[in-house]
T-cell receptor, first 116, second 115 residues
Framework: AQTVTQSQPEMSVQEAETVTLSCTYD???????LFWYKQPPSRQMILVIR??????QNATENRFSVNFQKAAKSFSLKISDSQLGDTAMYFC?????????????FGQGTRLTINP | SAVISQKPSRDICQRGTSLTIQCQVDSQVTMMFWYRQQPGQSLTLIATANQGSEATYESGFVIDKFPISRPNLTFSTLTVSNMSPEDSSIYLC????????????FGPGTRLLVL
């Protein structure tokens, strides 16, 4: 079974700083998808970024980028020029694409606080 | 992008009663899922809602406790039956949209408190 580990329960940075959230996962699969979701206090789960394992190029979405290290099974999220609105829980998630179950397996989350 | 709505957004219920949560999507959907997020925890998949047939439940979740319906492609309900305080959680539906097969998008969630 796949597992996802986020080793940082909480992080706090000043506005405009850069912050990196860590995520490691365990799988025997070669092809899969990885995601970062953001959950602000409103509790809505918002997709931040996704990475396809067969793509070597790291995904980027504006201020958000990932460092995907397939051999190390590591998938960190970097937030540049952090903003107050980035304050939220961040969840790393794994999904194995197949014709069967396509559930997301989530890590335990990292609570990120951006301070003014 | 799609609009995914859930009703109710929150509720307070007495133990022993049941609550039905609705999820509606305004776009074409290929798959629908129901997740539970217990207080301070991550999300756990309850089941995959299948159109016109019984849902596919994950280990630890059973149909008698969490009956699910999906009468059409864009609508699903989750019922939390015979509730106890341990059922106090956020319940979220998620969908895979046609043309965006490998990504799940979430509804706003339903916050349930059982007294």
């Amino acid at each position: 079974a796949q597992t996802v580990t986020q080793s940082q329960p909480e992080m706090s940075v000043q506005e405009a700083e850069t912050v990196t959230l860590s995520c490691t996962y365990d799988t025997s699969e070669n092809n899969y998808y990885l995601f970062w979701y953001k959950q602000p206090p409103s509790r809505q789960m918002i997709l931040v970024i996704r990475q396809e394992a067969y793509k070597q190029q790291n995904a980027t979405e504006n201020r958000f980028s990932v460092n995907f290290q397939k051999a190390a099974k590591s998938f960190s999220l970097k937030i540049s020029d952090s903003q107050l609105g980035d304050t939220a829980m961040y969840f790393c998630a794994f999904m194995k694409p197949s014709s069967g179950a396509q559930k997301l397996v989530f890590g335990q989350g990292t609570r990120l606080t951006i301070n003014p | 992008s799609a609009v995914i709505s859930q009703k109710p957004s929150r509720d307070i219920c007495q133990r022993g009663t049941s609550l039905t949560i609705q999820c509606q999507v305004d776009s074409q959907v290929t798959m629908m899922f129901w997740y539970r997020q217990q207080p301070g925890q991550s999300l756990t998949l309850i089941a995959t809602a299948n159109q016109g047939s019984e849902a596919t439940y994950e280990s630890g979740f059973v149909i008698d406790k969490f009956p699910i319906s999906r009468p059409n492609l864009t609508f699903s309900t989750l019922t939390v039956s015979n509730m106890s305080p341990e059922d106090s959680s956020i319940y979220l539906c998620s969908v895979k949209l046609a043309g965006k097969q490998e990504t799940q998008y979430f509804g706003p969630g339903t916050r349930l408190l059982v007294l």
